[in-house]
């Protein structure tokens, strides 16, 4: 299984596709998210959002201030300012 996962910013869709799991900095700490979470809102606290993809290099973003919600296997980021660093961009 694996988790759909919608990246975006105040702009624009920075990158959407499917996952095996997102790690993202909240405001209690960090948040490691796999297939099965139990449905969450947290704030977003400014930092890295690591997307593993399989088979391809894991899509790591920067992000300013947001939040994220999970639910039915769905992560959705939405930050004021998110460009992909490393990883295929926009999918």
């Known amino acids: 299984m694996t988790l759909h996962v919608e990246l975006v910013s105040a702009e624009h869709k920075v990158w959407a596709g499917e996952a095996q799991s997102v790690i993202a900095r909240t405001t209690e700490g960090e ?4 297939t099965g979470h139990a449905p969450l809102l947290a704030i977003l ?5 690591r997307i593993a993809v399989l088979g391809q290099p894991e899509v790591v973003a920067e ?3 947001g939040f994220l919600s999970i639910e039915h296997d769905r992560v959705t980021v939405v930050a004021d300012m998110a460009a992909v660093l490393t990883g295929s961009g926009t999918r």
């Open 63 to 65: 992000v300013g201030e």
């Open 31 to 34: 948040l490691g998210i796999l």
């Open 45 to 49: 606290s400014p930092g890295h959002v």
